[in-house]
């Protein structure tokens, strides 16, 4: 049995931070597994591209149970199958959340990861192209940039919301998340910058770091209290490999979950009941998953300027030339191009809706694997409520680690969640109908006119509404009782164990999950090189 310091399960944001981190010392053995292939494919690395990959092989492909307070529909729940993970076949925006979601973690009793505690594991990896300042670090391996063009609907949006009231800001994870700006993207050169990119390639070379791809995680070992290995497949073949200082578990808030689970790590009735033998009785794995749901408006527009129909072959190879010569126009789009952070009502801790625009018809269809284009030219506006009190759970339909779990995130289950979806439809409607759009669009396509009191709203969320693809939280951090991990993402109960992912957040943060994920695998570094140094 091969043997290492230190084994890491899953090469996505967190992952690719920790194997640049602790392969850094020569002296330690870093064997990084991953489930999907090389991050090879041309649409991994053109920005656009990412639209075309949410059905394929580079991504886990997930179906979340039917959700019963969503008219029993089921959505897509796509996680990244593919060095990057999710952060090869995202949109790429650069959101941190607001700085009150980690001091709501450290109220929680996660000491250490208030906002001023863990700022500077965002700063140090950052090279962004725009900010440097306190907020913003310039000399780092992840670059952070403006979009190399804004579609003329996107500027019309940021004036339109200007209009309504929504006041502009330069930089969301700045001073101030309030307001209507354009995202800053995590890209370099007009070319996609993923974990895997910026963590991951430089450092391949490194005679002590062994990257497997098509490699996946079965089962944690476990001796006597402490975890020892894993046991993994890769070409059909069962291995096992030896950690002797640490097993990290940074699969997602989807697989780590499922890993712990298959490892006889969790609820021990749950686990009895498929015939897993209970290792560890964890009340807490798979619990408290969250993820953010929108909803959305489309409007036709009046003039062709979208980008709906970009994707037919003819335009789409002109595009494509475009891009290999110059690195400009629609290829380098993340589509969504501007958004805004506004607060439901008064009163509100900090925003709790953000709003999306794309620039293009695009509807999301259950059961779909991707989105779908609309003929003709339009936009779309959606708005998410990124603070979502309601929670779901991930469990095993069965003990064979083959088959996919049961993914719930429960969506609605608080009536309060619904009163802030409604809040943020009303509000997409107000910023529709702002001068700015006044001659630029014609009628709302979906869900139309006829909707227009708070109950007719609320039915068409329900049979609407859609996931952000934020699922978080099924190991989180804390004290209490469903605690899966300490505030060192130790789990609890165990040795040598760490989870070190997005499902560590105890609650979801405001906004996208990317950058905060890649902050967690930089803390989670520093812990466990900590805890080395220490003996």
Not at 110 to 128: D, I, K, M, Q
Not at 167 to 186: C, I, K, L, Y
Request: charged share 20%; proline share 6%.
């Amino acid at each position: 049995m091969n043997s290492y310091t230190y084994v890491i399960v899953g090469a996505g944001a967190a992952g690719c931070v920790l194997a640049n981190r602790l392969s850094a010392d020569p002296r330690s053995s870093v064997l990084l597994l991953e489930a999907g292939a090389r991050d090879r494919h041309p649409l991994v690395k053109i920005p656009a591209g990412f639209a075309k990959l949410m059905g394929t092989s580079a991504n886990w492909i997930y179906d979340t149970a039917p959700q019963k307070h969503l008219d029993e529909r089921s959505m897509f729940l796509p996680q990244g199958k593919v060095l990057g993970g999710s952060t090869s076949v995202n949109a790429m925006l650069y959101v941190r959340g607001n700085r009150l979601d980690y001091d709501e973690w450290a109220d929680l009793g996660c000491a250490g990861w208030s906002y001023e505690e863990v700022l500077p594991y965002f700063t140090v990896h950052e090279r962004n192209e725009r900010l440097a300042d306190e907020y913003h670090g310039t000399r780092g391996e992840l670059n952070v940039a403006d979009q190399v063009q804004h579609n003329p609907m996107s500027q019309a949006f940021l004036r339109a919301a200007q209009e309504v009231g929504i006041p502009r800001t330069d930089d969301p994870n700045g001073a101030s998340q309030e307001g209507v700006f354009f995202h800053q993207v995590t890209q370099r050169a007009a070319r996609r910058e993923s974990a895997s990119t910026a963590f991951l390639h430089p450092v391949l070379d490194r005679p002590n770091l062994t990257v497997v791809t098509g490699a996946e995680a079965r089962r944690i070992l476990v001796t006597q209290g402490r975890a020892t290995g894993l046991e993994y497949v890769v070409k059909g073949r069962t291995q096992r490999v030896r950690a002797d200082r640490e097993v990290i578990v940074s699969a997602g808030a989807i697989n780590s979950p499922r890993l712990l689970l298959h490892s006889g790590i969790g609820p021990g009735d749950e686990l009895a009941a498929l015939g897993i033998d209970v290792v560890h009785d964890l009340p807490g794995v798979g619990k408290n998953l969250r993820d953010q749901l929108e909803v959305y408006i489309t409007r036709k527009a009046a003039q062709p300027v979208t980008y709906s129909g970009e994707d037919r072959w003819h335009r789409a190879l002109l595009h494509a030339l475009e891009y290999g010569l110059y690195r400009t126009g629609p290829a380098t789009a993340t589509i969504t191009e501007a958004g805004a952070f506004v607060s439901s009502a008064p009163g509100v801790r900090s925003p709790d809706i953000q709003l999306h625009f794309l620039p293009a018809y695009v509807v999301w269809k259950d059961g779909a694997r991707s989105a779908e284009r609309i003929p003709g030219h339009g936009v779309t506006l959606l708005a998410c409520n990124v603070r979502p009190i309601s929670s779901g759970a991930v469990t095993l339909r069965s003990k064979d680690p083959s088959v996919p779990p049961v993914v719930d995130p429960n969506y609605m289950e608080v009536p309060e969640d619904m009163d802030v979806a409604v809040e943020g439809f009303k509000l997409m409607r107000k910023v529709f109908d702002a001068p700015a759009f006044r001659d630029l669009l014609e009628a709302e396509q979906l869900p139309g006119p006829s909707v227009q009191s708070d109950e007719q709203i609320r039915d068409y969320i329900r049979r609407w509404g859609k996931t952000d693809y934020h699922p978080v939280g099924s190991c989180k951090m804390g004290i209490d009782e469903l605690a899966v991990v300490d505030p060192q993402l130790r789990v609890h109960g165990l040795e040598g164990l760490r989870v070190i992912d997005s499902s560590i957040m105890p609650t979801i943060i405001s906004g996208n999950t990317q950058a905060p994920s890649m902050m967690i695998g930089e803390k989670g570094a520093a812990l466990v090189l900590a805890a080395a140094r220490a003996g």
